[in-house]
């Protein structure tokens, strides 16, 4: 089922590597032209355009775009008692983690007299998306709300697409799941024209105020990372997000159907979802192809899983050694990448590049998504190279205070001169001096 690279006996380059890897391939400058018109549309019109829209995409024309309380109340109530008890523990253990992400004032006397404090700042309004679609994502609201509520975001507003078979109304549980966070605001709205709304703000049905937000976070399709490009510079984004992505490194140690499991868990979520197999044993391929076949005809989406494992973006890719299956990991740069290896924890400490590493048999990316306490918005496409997943950090700002007196000016004065005088900037340096010349 999953196509085969045999790079035994050769070590690739990074460049082939790029070049060779399974990759989904999204093209979001696309679909530029069909959102740019949207996001005008709602600069100008605001919500009825957004209503319109929401009405062509969704089939459903909500009576107001904000959720009335007693609706996040009464999905609170009515959740089944055991997903109740799961996304209490999500949220604890969540909680908990992102509780030490917290960063603290520092402030460096870099000489007397002179010193420069970085505060870190909360962003003061943020915007967090939960995805509709294919799924219902009640844990992506625990992922955005507890780092933001942690890193002391003083207002927030969560956004999710109307359902038609509930009133016009976000899947009860996602309400319910913001209820049990303490989320007063949220908004039935999804896709390009929920980000469009929350950059521009607007006027509710009922003439409530719909208060634009200065950053937006959480992964959607396509259309709306369009939109969080476009709008980027008058938002803060924490990432484009790309189709979902699992790796895994393993060895003959491995349990096929573990991994096998594990490759159906991502590929449910999306046809174009990725799942990608590194291993130094041939035998475990085969056992895990075998594996799939059962699995993958006893799923409920198997017709999805099937379509995304035998597609361009999944594969098995065979190396000599451990070393060459971790260039390869790094060079892919999994979203999510288990390792399951001997000694996989030592393995995994040389791991650079994903999104979150998953050690061992037992930590398997389910857990991640839902109770590890980790955070399962995590950078796609490649991009785990150079950025992180969501974090407290994605919510702070880094403001740099500077604190100099008069003497401590005075004695590093010439050096600012000097460097000004250099750069063809003399009012630099005058605007020094002249805190030091005669009147």
Do not use: M
């Given at each position: 089922m999953l196509s085969r690279i045999d790079l035994r006996g050769r070590v690739p380059s990074p460049a082939e590597l790029r070049a060779v890897l399974p990759r989904a391939e999204t093209d979001v400058d696309a679909v530029m032209d069909r959102v740019r018109p949207l996001v005008e549309a709602i600069h100008h019109r605001g919500v009825d355009a957004a209503l319109d829209f929401t009405e062509q995409f969704d089939n459903v024309r909500p009576a107001?775009?904000?959720?009335?309380?007693?609706?996040?109340?009464?999905?609170?109530?009515?959740?089944?008692?055991?997903?109740?008890?799961?996304?209490?523990?999500?949220?604890?253990?969540?909680?908990?983690?992102?509780?030490?992400?917290?960063?603290?004032?520092?402030?460096?006397?870099?000489?007397?007299?002179?010193?420069v404090t970085e505060r870190w700042v909360p962003v003061q309004r943020v915007g967090l998306y939960a995805p509709g679609g294919l799924a219902v994502y009640p844990s992506s609201v625990v992922m955005n709300v507890v780092p933001a509520q942690t890193a002391g975001v003083e207002s927030l507003v969560v956004c999710s697409p109307p359902q038609a078979g509930f009133g016009g109304l976000p899947h009860p549980t996602v309400l319910a799941a913001c209820a049990l966070l303490g989320v007063e605001e949220v908004w039935g709205i999804g896709g390009a024209q929920a980000v469009a709304l929350l950059a521009y703000g607007g006027t509710d049905t009922d003439g409530t105020e719909l208060t634009p937000v200065d950053m937006v976070t959480g992964p959607g399709n396509i259309y709306l990372t369009a939109a969080k490009r476009l709008l980027r510079g008058l938002i803060g984004i924490d990432a484009e997000a790309g189709p979902t992505e699992i790796a895994i490194l393993a060895d003959e140690t491995a349990d096929p159907v573990h991994v096998a499991?594990?490759?159906?868990?991502?590929?449910?979520?999306?046809?174009?979802?990725?799942?990608?197999?590194?291993?130094?044993?041939?035998?475990?391929?085969?056992?895990?192809?075998?594996?799939?076949?059962?699995?993958?005809?006893?799923?409920?989406?198997?017709?999805?899983?099937?379509?995304?494992?035998?597609?361009?973006?999944?594969?098995?890719?065979?190396?000599?050694?451990?070393?060459?299956?971790?260039?390869?990991?790094?060079?892919?740069?999994?979203?999510?990448?288990?390792?399951?290896?001997?000694?996989?924890?030592?393995?995994?400490?040389?791991?650079?590049?994903?999104?979150?590493?998953?050690?061992?048999?037992?930590?398997?990316?389910?857990?991640?998504?839902?109770?590890?306490?980790?955070?399962?918005?995590?950078?796609?496409?490649?991009?785990?190279?150079?950025?992180?997943?969501?974090?407290?950090?994605?919510?702070?700002?880094?403001?740099?205070?500077?604190?100099?007196?008069?003497?401590?000016?005075?004695?590093?004065?010439?050096?600012?001169?000097?460097?000004?005088?250099?750069?063809?900037?003399?009012?630099?340096?005058?605007?020094?001096?002249?805190?030091?010349?005669?009147?």
């Open positions: 107001a775009i904000r959720v009335p309380a007693e609706e996040l109340a009464k999905a609170e109530r009515e959740l089944d008692p055991a997903v109740r008890d799961a996304l209490l523990e999500s949220i604890k253990r969540a909680r908990l983690v992102h509780a030490e992400q917290r960063r603290k004032d520092t402030t460096t006397q870099v000489v007397p007299g002179g010193t499991a594990d490759l159906i868990s991502q590929a449910e979520h999306d046809t174009l979802a990725a799942s990608v197999l590194v291993t130094t044993s041939e035998q475990l391929a085969d056992a895990v192809d075998a594996a799939l076949v059962g699995q993958v005809g006893a799923t409920k989406h198997s017709s999805r899983v099937s379509t995304a494992l035998s597609g361009k973006q999944s594969g098995c890719v065979l190396v000599s050694d451990i070393d060459t299956g971790l260039k390869v990991v790094d060079s892919y740069a999994a979203e999510h990448l288990e390792i399951q290896t001997a000694d996989a924890r030592a393995v995994a400490a040389r791991v650079r590049n994903a999104g979150a590493v998953f050690i061992g048999a037992y930590s398997p990316v389910s857990l991640g998504d839902y109770c590890a306490g980790s955070n399962h918005v995590l950078p796609t496409s490649g991009c785990a190279r150079h950025s992180s997943g969501l974090s407290v950090q994605t919510f702070l700002k880094g403001i740099h205070v500077v604190d100099y007196s008069q003497d401590a000016l005075r004695d590093v004065a010439s050096q600012v001169i000097a460097l000004a005088n250099a750069e063809d900037l003399p009012a630099h340096g005058q605007a020094v001096a002249a805190r030091f010349e005669s009147r």
